[in-house]
């Protein structure tokens, strides 16, 4: 569990950043982009963003500014740690043809660079957690995952400023940082406790210029947690629905919510959970060597369930109800728990608002 | 020892093994065998499979598709695979034949119960190829004959002309203690045998019904049709073993595509107790 190491002034918050690039470390940190906030490779303090808030709803995501000096005060942007782990698009392998027609395989060795990540939440962490679960802990682990999150560093931010879209109280899965992280921040307008999590997040510490953190100060830090929990507007009607959907696997509400979905496969690339991938050959022109990828792929498109002689889900009712289904009651049957941690991005990122808590609400509710 | 030498056992689960057709046979119009070895001796040594299983096939600059293994686990070194040319990839497999390379990778998935339902009468449904994952079951009851009681071999097919291994359904009917029913849903010249779907083949189908193991593939809608009429016929659902279809790309549990409900079909299928499908079954889409 976390280990409480110190207090960092807000002066010193550059320091930190240096530190997590010690030794050539890639270092990860929020920054505006195109209007949101996104992961990505973060050289100095001042492109954190500063003094911004983020204004979600269904089908919205804004970012406002605010008066106030912090540059973690804001909920969650599109992405989640998923690209940085489970790739959007890789090679797996390349085959070669020789001239007798000899095929060789070989295994994409693509090297992966120690990288840290400022500025986690804990729903992405339990988000990481699930994705483990499944690349690792199957039969067979997965080789680019493993390099990739062995490489991570990751500090974690408790979430002081949820958005409207966030559930992750009620998935149990924030918006404090339990488990998972190296380090983890507590942000107040002065500055930052830092706890530990890891033996080398306790280390990383050790290179950090922390003073003492006060009492009165930890404990207005945890209030500002719990008071971002309290405030959640929304939440799913339980943390396992598997009995209840399952019992309405013809409900009217899925033809209902198909009328509206675009089957546009937006909530399964911003979902920090989803996994699902199709292979693809990328062949050379001259024919000799050909390279076999893995791309993210999304159950809402038609292909994802295409066999020889028909398509298992011909219809959005369908897809929309196996992304549901599978998201809320089937992954407690493979991974023993929901496969949703709250972070509310397939709420904001869905161009028609469809709110995943309010058709899980409405399925629920009634007795058919 | 299996397994025991890394240098010769690729890395990544993704990783294909080189493998040589030794045989093509066509089997009817559009469907075809191919006999594979692995070109690795020390790949070909350790590669063990059981009758149910599955390999993924590849092919250079098109891709893979995953094709189950039709021939005997005992001998693991020449691996058979039937083959419906319906896509892109088994078109081209099509136009292969002996010494032309191509990727495998597998054994993968849970095969047939052969071991756990020794002892009692074997009954086999299928429907269009769903015949050539059962081939294998089928091939491995008779050289095991004695392991068994009776077998019945229920196969229907959509026309009459579709019906592959004629010749051997012939040649199985014959045998002691085994019954082969076979029905079209549309019969041609000189189809001696059922016309319309094959669950009406059951009431004349002899075996067990309390003591049988029934194993079907095909089309769902007629595995669902089969699985109620067995039910009706007093088979509990215990004793039926389905082998079940869906997208599969990696094989490996990974990439998602063949969830039918919870179970990976690559994983804890392809045959599946029913049992541990038939919700998923009774609602389509899953």
Same mark, same amino acid.
């Given at each position: 569990?976390?280990?409480?190491?110190?207090?960092?002034?807000?002066?010193?918050?550059?320091?930190?950043?240096?530190?997590?690039g010690?030794?050539?470390?890639r270092?990860?940190?929020?920054q505006?982009?195109?209007?949101?906030?996104?992961?990505?490779?973060l050289?100095s303090?001042?492109?954190?963003?500063?003094?911004?808030?983020d204004?979600?709803a269904?089908?919205? /995501?804004?970012?406002e500014?605010?008066?106030?000096?912090r540059?973690?005060?804001?909920?969650?942007?599109?992405?989640?740690?998923?690209?940085?782990v489970?790739?959007?698009r890789?090679?797996?392998? !390349?085959?070669?043809?020789?001239?007798?027609?000899a095929?060789?395989?070989?295994?994409?060795a693509?090297?992966?660079?120690?990288?840290?990540?400022?500025?986690?939440?804990?729903?992405?962490?339990?988000?990481l957690?699930l994705?483990?679960?499944?690349?690792?802990?199957?039969?067979?682990?997965?080789?680019?995952?493993r390099?990739?999150?062995?490489?991570?560093?990751?500090v974690?931010?408790?979430?002081t400023h949820?958005?409207?879209?966030?559930?992750?109280a009620s998935?149990?899965?924030?918006?404090r940082?339990?488990?998972?992280?190296d380090?983890?921040?507590?942000?107040?307008? +002065?500055?930052?406790?830092?706890?530990?999590?890891?033996?080398?997040?306790?280390?990383?510490?050790?290179?950090l210029?922390?003073?003492?953190?006060?009492?009165?100060l930890?404990?207005?830090?945890?209030?500002?947690?719990?008071?971002?929990?309290?405030?959640?507007q929304?939440s799913?009607?339980?943390?396992?629905l598997?009995?209840?959907?399952?019992?309405?696997? =013809?409900?009217?509400?899925?033809?209902?919510?198909?009328e509206?979905?675009?089957?546009?496969?937006n909530?399964?690339?911003?979902?920090?959970?989803?996994?699902?991938?199709?292979?693809?050959?990328l062949?050379?022109?001259?024919?000799?060597?050909s390279d076999?990828?893995?791309?993210?792929?999304?159950?809402? !498109?038609?292909?994802?369930?295409r066999?020889?002689?028909?398509?298992?889900?011909?219809d959005?009712?369908?897809?929309?109800?196996?992304w549901?289904?599978?998201?809320?009651?089937?992954?407690h049957?493979?991974? +023993?728990?929901?496969?949703?941690?709250?972070c509310g991005?397939?709420?904001?990122?869905?161009?028609?608002?469809?709110?995943?808590?309010?058709?899980?609400?409405?399925?629920c509710?009634?007795r058919t | 020892?299996?397994?025991?030498?890394?240098?010769?056992?690729?890395?990544?689960?993704y990783?294909?093994?080189?493998? =040589?057709?030794v =045989?093509?046979?066509?089997e009817?119009?559009?469907?075809?065998t191919l006999?594979?070895?692995?070109?690795?001796p020390?790949?070909r040594?350790?590669?063990?499979?059981?009758?149910?299983?599955?390999?993924?096939?590849?092919?250079h600059g098109?891709?893979?598709?995953?094709?189950?293994?039709?021939?005997?686990?005992?001998?693991p070194?020449?691996?058979?695979?039937?083959?419906?040319?319906?896509g892109?990839?088994t078109?081209?497999?099509?136009?292969?034949?002996?010494?032309?390379?191509?990727?495998?990778?597998?054994p993968?998935?849970?095969?047939?119960?052969?071991?756990?339902?020794?002892?009692?009468d074997?009954?086999l449904?299928?429907?269009?190829?769903?015949?050539?994952?059962?081939?294998?079951v089928i091939?491995y009851?008779?050289?095991?004959?004695?392991?068994?009681?009776?077998?019945v071999?229920l196969?229907g097919?959509?026309h009459?002309?579709?019906?592959?291994?004629?010749?051997?359904?012939?040649?199985?009917?014959g045998?002691?203690?085994?019954?082969?029913l076979?029905?079209?849903?549309?019969?041609g010249?000189?189809?001696?045998w059922?016309?319309?779907?094959?669950?009406?083949?059951?009431g004349?189908?002899?075996f067990?019904?309390?003591?049988?193991?029934?194993?079907?593939c095909?089309?769902?809608?007629?595995?669902?049709?089969?699985?109620?009429?067995?039910?009706?016929?007093?088979v509990?659902?215990?004793?039926?073993?389905?082998?079940?279809?869906?997208?599969?790309?990696?094989?490996?549990g990974?990439?998602?595509?063949?969830q039918? +409900?919870?179970?990976?079909?690559?994983?804890?299928?392809?045959?599946?107790?029913?049992?541990?499908?038939? !919700? /998923?079954?009774?609602?389509?889409g899953?």
């Amino acid at each position: 569990m976390a280990r409480l190491e110190g207090f960092l002034a807000r002066s010193l918050l550059h320091e930190l950043i240096a530190a997590l690039g010690a030794g050539g470390r890639r270092v990860i940190g929020p920054q505006v982009r195109d209007g949101a906030v996104v992961y990505e490779p973060l050289e100095s303090e001042a492109q954190l963003p500063h003094g911004l808030h983020d204004v979600q709803a269904p089908g919205r /995501y804004r970012l406002e500014q605010a008066d106030t000096p912090r540059c973690f005060a804001w909920a969650d942007g599109p992405q989640a740690l998923k690209p940085l782990v489970f790739s959007p698009r890789e090679r797996l392998w !390349t085959s070669e043809r020789a001239e007798d027609g000899a095929l060789r395989f070989r295994e994409s060795a693509e090297s992966v660079e120690p990288t840290a990540v400022l500025g986690v939440r804990a729903c992405d962490l339990a988000a990481l957690a699930l994705q483990d679960q499944h690349f690792l802990e199957g039969t067979f682990p997965d080789p680019s995952y493993r390099a990739r999150r062995e490489s991570l560093f990751l500090v974690a931010v408790h979430c002081t400023h949820p958005a409207d879209t966030c559930f992750c109280a009620s998935t149990g899965d924030g918006p404090r940082a339990e488990a998972g992280f190296d380090v983890a921040l507590h942000e107040l307008d +002065g500055g930052f406790i830092v706890s530990s999590g890891s033996p080398a997040g306790h280390a990383f510490c050790g290179m950090l210029p922390l003073s003492e953190a006060s009492a009165d100060l930890c404990v207005s830090a945890e209030a500002e947690v719990d008071q971002a929990a309290a405030g959640q507007q929304r939440s799913l009607p339980g943390q396992d629905l598997r009995t209840p959907l399952m019992q309405r696997l =013809e409900h009217p509400r899925w033809a209902e919510v198909a009328e509206r979905c675009l089957s546009c496969g937006n909530c399964t690339a911003v979902c920090p959970t989803c996994f699902c991938h199709a292979e693809v050959e990328l062949p050379d022109i001259d024919g000799r060597s050909s390279d076999h990828y893995r791309q993210w792929d999304s159950c809402f !498109t038609e292909g994802h369930s295409r066999l020889s002689g028909f398509v298992v889900r011909p219809d959005t009712r369908t897809r929309y109800r196996q992304w549901l289904v599978h998201k809320l009651a089937t992954w407690h049957d493979q991974y +023993g728990r929901s496969g949703c941690v709250g972070c509310g991005r397939c709420v904001t990122w869905c161009p028609v608002g469809i709110d995943i808590t309010e058709e899980a609400h409405a399925l629920c509710a009634d007795r058919t | 020892m299996r397994g025991s030498d890394m240098s010769s056992q690729p890395v990544s689960p993704y990783l294909p093994s080189e493998a =040589e057709i030794v =045989e093509r046979v066509e089997e009817s119009p559009g469907v075809f065998t191919l006999s594979l070895r692995l070109t690795d001796p020390q790949r070909r040594e350790n590669y063990a499979f059981q009758p149910g299983q599955f390999n993924m096939l590849g092919l250079h600059g098109l891709g893979e598709v995953p094709i189950s293994i039709v021939s005997d686990p005992r001998r693991p070194d020449l691996i058979d695979h039937t083959v419906r040319e319906v896509g892109r990839v088994t078109r081209a497999m099509a136009a292969l034949g002996p010494g032309d390379r191509i990727g495998l990778r597998g054994p993968y998935g849970r095969g047939w119960p052969l071991q756990e339902v020794r002892g009692r009468d074997v009954v086999l449904i299928t429907g269009g190829l769903g015949c050539a994952p059962v081939v294998s079951v089928i091939h491995y009851v008779l050289r095991r004959r004695d392991d068994y009681r009776r077998l019945v071999i229920l196969q229907g097919v959509k026309h009459s002309a579709d019906l592959i291994w004629r010749d051997r359904y012939q040649e199985w009917a014959g045998l002691a203690d085994t019954q082969v029913l076979l029905a079209a849903d549309v019969g041609g010249p000189e189809w001696a045998w059922g016309i319309g779907p094959v669950t009406t083949l059951l009431g004349q189908a002899q075996f067990d019904r309390a003591a049988a193991a029934v194993m079907m593939c095909g089309p769902e809608p007629m595995m669902r049709a089969a699985g109620q009429a067995l039910e009706e016929q007093g088979v509990g659902e215990e004793s039926l073993w389905l082998s079940m279809e869906r997208n599969m790309q990696c094989a490996l549990g990974h990439c998602g595509h063949c969830q039918l +409900g919870a179970p990976f079909v690559c994983r804890e299928g392809p045959v599946f107790p029913y049992a541990e499908i038939r !919700t /998923y079954l009774e609602h389509r889409g899953f």
